[in-house]
């Protein structure tokens, strides 16, 4: 009969507190307790899965119960019949409770009831209760008082995944261990150690690697040394790379490379490349984070390599990349990755989604596009209300800020070039009847190194000289430096020669000039409204009164509403003015 294979996880799993790996606090301080015979009545053992917590309570029930001893020890022989059932988990005095099965209070009272009889074979009864954060309020309520006031020789112990799950009652009755995870050193040499004793013949960088992918957990990392010696020898890097689907430094050193050299095709490709061949999106996101993570301390920290996860054979060219970019460039890169991960998981189009995350790096200061994309007549934009526009063509900068921000010519007298300027400026209003007035009436001439030269028809100078500060606002928003404004007044009788009409990009409020006509054909009743022109409401300095009855029909109402609306003022009724 063919003996059962034994796990590395279990073949190497410790048996005393002296093996425990990367806890030596803890194992320090149960040692103590047991040499000084300070046993608590329970524990509470918790921290990541793989870190130690039931090899722990195992490692405690044998030193207080090994039989070739006369007392409790640390250091159990592992060979007397006590010592061989616990490790196989079927001793009568060592129960092994799975939360998870036995979460009611039905099934704590049974423990609660079973514990008040003496041990059968061992000196201590010892209850661990495995992931007891699963256990309901009733049953950690029930367990309550027993906690604090066990039977003689009971103890339990509670081991949990998940703290913050534990009742403070339950924690403040406990004496709590907080396990936690194992550094990637400690994990590397104790795999080099099975490695060795299990004649398994790999690599010190695949040996890296493992560490790395195990995270802390000891466990994990035993568990894929097993599933890798199953490979041919030598295991390489490689060969867990394809096991676990990590995409290799030296290609994703290549694929920052072309980050930092800004070459979106390559980019492209290399994606499109690593996945063709199974790697998933969130491995090579994650990979991208760790290189940018690697340049950030090889720059800050250049004599602490070990705080790197980079291997021996890429670190040369992780310091070339380095010195080709800056830290601040690294850390706008980091600060837009922050928060890719959770929206790339989330995406119905995971590969879509990380070409554009990467690419968007490439969108900064030293990487404008410069050309530009006409839209054809009559297409329909939409504004930030979600309501469609009517726009006319215009010339659509593809940058993603004003192509006036980088630095303004000295002069600029070309008309298109004013025409450009000017729509940006106007675009920069929110109010639609101050782009309107602008648009309508006055037209930019010329722009040079200290002054802004603008054209008004001579009947709305006047209203314009009010609203100066907006406009030189706007100006200084679009050109990036103070300007002085010259105003020179244009007869309106040559408007339609002299100024231009243009169109207004850019609408960043959705209110269409409303079309209006307060006449009321009413024979029987003055209804006292004020005949008024849109012009005469634009060059108006103060609110405008309708005076008349409050009960106006409702398509007036809503008229009166939309023209207020698109002004920005309000409509002020006047009920005690009575009507003829």
Known sequence: MNQVYDPLHHKYRPQRFDQLVGQETIATILSNAILYNRIAPAYLFSGPHGTGKTSSARILARSLNCLAHDQATTIPCGTCELCISIALGNALDVIEIDAASNTGVDNIRSVIEKSRFYPVQARWKVYVIDECHMLSTSAFNALLKTLEEPPPRVIFILATTTL???????????????????????????LRFIAQSEKIDITSQALQLVSQTAQGSLRDAESLLDQLSLLPSPIGINAVSNLLGIVPEVEMLDLVSSLITLKPLVILETCRSLLDRGRE?????????????????????????????????????????????????????QNQLKSSEVDLRQSAQPRLRLEVILLSLLTEVDYQPSH????????????KNSKAVNIDPILVTESPVSSFKQGVPEIINN?????????????????????????????????????????????????LRSRLPLLENAIQNVLNTPKELVLISVNSKLKSQSIPQYSVPFVTNDVSVPNISLAHNN????????????????????????????????????ELKSLANFFNGEIILDPDEEIG
């Open 164 to 190: 913050y799950r534990i009742p403070p009652t339950i924690i403040s009755r406990c004496q709590r261990f907080d396990f936690h995870c194992i550094s990637l050193s400690i994990i590397r040499d104790h």
């Open 281 to 333: 999106e969130i491995s090579l996101l994650t990979g991208v984070t760790a290189i940018l993570r690697d340049m950030i301390i090889l720059t800050v920290a250049p004599e602490r390599p070990e705080l790197t996860s980079i291997s021996d054979e890429s670190w040369s060219r992780l310091i070339a990349l380095t010195n080709e970019t800056s830290l601040e460039r690294l850390l706008k890169w």
């Open 372 to 383: 530009t994309t006409k839209l054809p007549y009559g297409l329909k934009q939409k504004t």
């Open 415 to 463: 008309a298109q070039e004013l025409s450009r300027l000017w729509n940006e400026i106007l675009a920069t209003f929110d109010l639609p009847s101050t782009r309107l007035l602008l648009a309508q009436q006055a037209h930019l001439v010329q722009v040079d190194g200290s002054k802004v030269t603008i054209k008004v028809s001579e009947n709305w100078i006047a209203t």
């Open 523 to 558: 024979s029987n009743q003055n209804t006292g409204f004020l005949a008024l022109s849109i012009n005469d409401i634009i060059s108006s300095g103060s609110p405008i009164k309708f005076k008349g009855s409050s009960n106006l029909r409702p398509k007036q109402d809503e």
